[in-house]
T-cell receptor, first 115, second 112 residues
Framework: AQTVTQSQPEMSVQEAETVTLSCTYDTSESNYYLFWYKQPPSRQMILVIRQEAYKQQNATENRFSVNFQKAAKSFSLKISDSQLGDTAMYFCAFMRPGANSKLTFGKGITLSVRP | DVKVTQSSRYLVKRTGEKVFLECVQDMDHENMFWYRQDPGLGLRLIYFSYDVKMKEKGDIPEGYSVSREKKERFSLILESASTNQTSMYLC???????????FGQGTRLTVV
């Protein structure tokens, strides 16, 4: 079974600075997807970024980028130029490829951006 | 835009009641999921359905059942609600051949 570990329950960052959220996972699969989801106080879960394991290049979406280390089974999220709207819970998630696959989530991290 | 709609944002029920949580998606997705979210525990999968009338237990199915009679609707049923089922419930859907899942806005259920 796959497991996803987010060991930091909370983090805080000053507006405009950079913050990195950590995630590790365990799997015996060679191909899979990794995700970061954001859940703001409105509770609407939104996909931030996705990485496919067979792609060596790290995914980037505007101010959000990942550091994917396949051998180390590490998948961290870097948020550059932090904004107040980035305040949210962030969940790391794993999924095998395939038609009937399910997402396995970490416990999440609460990120607070200070003005 | 994909829309996943949960029937209630907040719900208060009494112990022993039968509770229905409804979820509807408008994008013809094959896969639908019910997760439970608790502080410090993240999201845990209760049940998922990969097609109409097809379902599979997740990690914490005890005390719950599901129904999927139509492709767009996936219902979570608490047969006899208990206080330890007080939680946030999230529904999600996904097209089988794509990776991204879309979530509803969540239902915060309180059982008193």
């Amino acid at each position: 079974a796959q497991t996803v570990t987010q060991s930091q329950p909370e983090m805080s960052v000053q507006e405009a600075e950079t913050v990195t959220l950590s995630c590790t996972y365990d799997t015996s699969e060679s191909n899979y997807y990794l995700f970061w989801y954001k859940q703001p106080p409105s509770r609407q879960m939104i996909l931030v970024i996705r990485q496919e394991a067979y792609k060596q290049q790290n995914a980037t979406e505007n101010r959000f980028s990942v550091n994917f280390q396949k051998a180390a089974k590490s998948f961290s999220l870097k948020i550059s130029d932090s904004q107040l709207g980035d305040t949210a819970m962030y969940f790391c998630a794993f999924m095998r490829p395939g038609a009937n696959s399910k997402l396995t989530f970490g416990k999440g991290i609460t990120l607070s951006v200070r003005p | 835009d994909v829309k996943v709609t949960q029937s209630s944002r907040y719900l208060v029920k009494r112990t022993g009641e039968k509770v229905f949580l409804e979820c509807v998606q408008d994008m013809d997705h094959e896969n639908m999921f019910w997760y439970r979210q608790d502080p410090g525990l993240g999201l845990r999968l209760i049940y998922f359905s990969y097609d109409v009338k097809m379902k599979e237990k997740g990690d914490i199915p005890e005390g719950y059942s599901v129904s999927r009679e139509k492709k767009e609707r996936f219902s979570l049923i608490l047969e006899s609600a208990s206080t330890n089922q007080t939680s946030m419930y999230l529904c999600a859907s996904r097209r089988a051949v794509r990776s991204e899942a879309f979530f509803g806005q969540g239902t915060r259920l309180t059982v008193v």
